[in-house]
């Protein structure tokens, strides 16, 4: 493992060990604890009491985050006929059919997130080993394969704050809420966005703690682990 520098071994030295911060502190911590020239992801990884393998313990969703994530979301839309110039008007970056099938096929990937109308996921649907593994297929679950009536809400909410989340393989759900750059109070309010959709999206076939434990880090700082109650009563 490659060791790390003296300036994160700094900001790791200013934790309290054994500690949970509120979801303020923590954030006031990792503004501190910022050694970088630039504008760091807030993140956090949530570790679920759920089975990944079971069907009934699944979670995916997405959160509405009123402060957005602090960067400019490039939107491609697969959308044909009436429903692509919907698209166009509503200000996807990118809108087309079998032409942006060809050219994600052919390696070009210079977006940050998808749509699609339903008639177009059979031709879609050949980019699953390609999208799926960025976590760039749209999906009805997460609200990304939707009827051209409802383009113009989807692509004004991906611009402005939407953010995608889902069950890894570990049990661990990881999104990001916003930059380093914003104010406390933002990114407590884009947490309790977060933290709200979650609770909601609690599965049937969920057993015991849905939520073991959160953890809150930055792009390239330490992780603070967030104390548990108050960080589920923003959900409230």
């Given at each position: 493992?490659?060791?790390?520098?003296?300036?994160?071994?700094a900001?790791?030295?200013?934790?309290?060990?054994?500690?949970?911060?509120?979801?303020?502190?923590?954030?006031?911590?990792?503004?501190?604890?910022?050694?970088?020239?630039?504008?760091?992801?807030v993140?956090?990884?949530?570790?679920?009491?759920?089975?990944?393998?079971?069907?009934?313990?699944?979670?995916?969703?997405?959160?509405?985050?009123?402060?957005?994530?602090?960067?400019?979301?490039?939107?491609?839309?697969?959308?044909?006929?009436?429903?692509?110039?919907?698209?166009?008007?509503?200000?996807?970056?990118?809108?087309?059919?079998?032409d942006?099938?060809?050219?994600?096929?052919?390696?070009?990937?210079e977006?940050?997130?998808?749509?699609?109308?339903?008639?177009?996921?059979p031709?879609?649907?050949?980019?699953?080993?390609?999208?799926?593994?960025r976590?760039?297929?749209?999906?009805?679950?997460?609200?990304?394969v939707?009827?051209?009536?409802?383009?113009?809400?989807?692509?004004?909410?991906?611009?402005t704050?939407?953010v995608?989340?889902?069950?890894?393989?570990?049990?661990?759900?990881?999104?990001?809420?916003?930059?380093?750059?914003f104010e406390?109070?933002?990114?407590?309010?884009?947490l309790?966005?977060?933290?709200e959709?979650?609770?909601?999206?609690?599965?049937?076939g969920?057993k015991?703690q849905?939520?073991?434990?959160?953890t809150?880090t930055?792009?390239?700082?330490?992780?603070?682990?967030?104390?548990?109650?108050?960080?589920?009563?923003?959900?409230?």
């Amino acid at each position: 493992m490659t060791p790390h520098g003296k300036k994160y071994n700094a900001a790791v030295a200013a934790l309290e060990k054994n500690r949970s911060y509120s979801p303020a502190e923590a954030i006031e911590l990792a503004k501190k604890a910022s050694y970088v020239a630039f504008d760091e992801t807030v993140e956090l990884h949530m570790k679920m009491g759920l089975n990944p393998r079971s069907a009934d313990q699944q979670v995916r969703g997405v959160a509405l985050l009123p402060h957005g994530l602090g960067k400019q979301v490039r939107v491609l839309v697969f959308a044909q006929g009436p429903a692509a110039k919907t698209a166009m008007d509503a200000g996807a970056d990118y809108v087309g059919a079998d032409d942006l099938v060809k050219q994600i096929e052919d390696g070009w990937l210079e977006f940050d997130t998808t749509i699609a109308t339903p008639d177009m996921m059979p031709k879609v649907a050949k980019l699953g080993k390609i999208l799926g593994r960025r976590g760039l297929m749209p999906n009805p679950k997460s609200g990304t394969v939707i009827p051209p009536e409802d383009l113009p809400r989807a692509i004004g909410e991906a611009r402005t704050g939407r953010v995608e989340y889902r069950l890894d393989r570990t049990a661990i759900i990881h999104l990001a809420i916003g930059k380093i750059s914003f104010e406390t109070e933002k990114l407590v309010e884009n947490l309790a966005a977060v933290m709200e959709a979650i609770v909601k999206a609690r599965p049937s076939g969920a057993k015991g703690q849905y939520i073991r434990s959160i953890t809150l880090t930055t792009t390239m700082g330490p992780g603070f682990k967030l104390d548990l109650r108050s960080t589920l009563n923003l959900a409230d």
